[in-house]
């Protein structure tokens, strides 16, 4: 784990360059699990935390803007980029903590249901 010697910014930095260029998914994705692995080296609830969040969340690697012009994407994989925000921030700290990866996809799920009846 070699990375671990590269502070949290530095990681992030070269995460956001990398982001410039063209290259994979999982080169990004890698990038993304090192910066955690750095940023919460001395606190493993919230390295879970965080790992757990990003299993759920919907094109890690693109944004919404991006996501929305794409055609072939289903209107509820559009609405789940669009509100994952949202849906984290209305999670509390014990959620994020005591849910697993299945009961949160759940809890995110009815979330983006809800918004979407909210919208019709």
Not at 28 to 52: C, G, H, M, P, T
Not at 74 to 103: F, I, N, R
Request: zero cysteines.
């Amino acid at each position: 784990m070699q990375y671990i010697l590269e502070s949290p910014d530095n990681i992030l930095k070269k995460y956001t360059e990398t982001t410039k260029y063209n290259v994979s998914d999982s080169v990004l994705l890698d990038l993304r699990k090192q910066y955690f692995d750095a940023e919460y080296q001395n606190d493993s609830v919230e390295l879970s935390k965080q790992e757990k969040l990003a299993k759920i969340e919907p094109f890690p690697t693109s944004s919404v803007k991006d996501i929305l012009s794409l055609e072939g994407i289903s209107p509820m994989d559009k609405a789940k980029k669009v509100y994952y925000a949202d849906w984290v921030t209305s999670l509390t700290e014990a959620q994020k903590t005591l849910l697993s990866v299945e009961e949160l996809i759940q809890n995110f799920n009815n979330y983006i249901n809800q918004k979407q009846l909210q919208d019709e």
